[in-house]
């Protein structure tokens, strides 16, 4: 059974257009996140929820908004797409406040 | 500011050990953790510290100096499948995950 699922794992698509990824976690843990891995290999935290409660939003456009639905998922939604949007997006849980966190496969985004 | 350092890339032999190095200077220590990430898939846990000293799990180990704001890696006995980007990330006061950029370990036949 997967423990994180991202869907997609591919997204390709045009400058100004609005997406959506999803991410979905079966381990019943209380936080879950998403980052961005651009071409240099930082992974940037952009989200945090914790039981449907945004606990960090670092400074990343507000084209850029998390919905939780539930506990079990943590969608990512993007507006007005640019070309700098272009990396791998992670999404991540973790049961507690200091554990080890579980990645999704990443979704690759490509704007053109 | 918060900062986590380690090489950008270093090389190694098959069979052979190669260790790490992580600094590290955050607003609070909650702990630190080295994760794995293959090329082109998903990071992955290998090791947490959070008092000073040496963690051994089979063929990784890994040491933490809080004074010294340090860690490091070693692999031990080398193989083909540990080439991948070794990430070296602090959970601050806030419990917030600081990563470094990753060291990229090729290792050679």
């Known amino acids: 059974d997967t423990a994180v699922s991202q869907t997609p794992k591919y997204l390709v698509t045009q400058m100004g257009n609005d997406k959506s990824i999803k991410c979905e976690q079966n381990?019943?843990?209380?936080?879950m996140y998403w980052y961005k891995q651009d071409s240099k290999k930082f992974l940037k935290i952009m989200f945090s929820y914790n039981n449907k409660e945004l606990i960090i939003n670092e400074t990343v456009p507000n084209r850029f908004s998390p919905k939780s639905p539930d506990k079990a998922h943590l969608n990512l939604h993007i507006n007005s797409l640019e070309l700098g949007d272009s990396a791998v997006y992670f999404c991540a849980s973790m049961p507690g406040e200091v554990e080890t966190q579980y990645f999704g496969p990443g979704t690759r985004l490509l704007v053109l | 500011g918060q900062n986590i350092d380690q090489p950008t890339e270093m090389t190694a032999t098959e069979g052979a050990i190669v260790q790490i190095n992580c600094t590290y200077q955050?607003?609070?220590?909650?702990?630190l953790f080295w994760y794995q990430q293959h090329a082109g898939e998903a990071p992955t846990f290998l090791s947490y510290n959070v008092l000073d000293g040496l963690e051994e799990k089979g063929r990784f180990s890994s040491f933490l100096s809080r004074s010294k704001g340090y860690s490091y890696l070693l692999l031990k006995e080398l193989q083909m499948k540990d080439s991948a980007s070794y990430l070296c990330?602090?959970?601050?006061?806030?419990?917030?995950?600081?990563w470094g950029a990753g060291t990229k370990l090729i290792i050679k036949p």
């Open positions: 381990l019943g843990h209380d936080t």
């Open positions: 990330a602090v959970s601050d006061s806030n419990y917030q995950l600081i």
């Open positions: 955050t607003s609070g220590f909650n702990g």
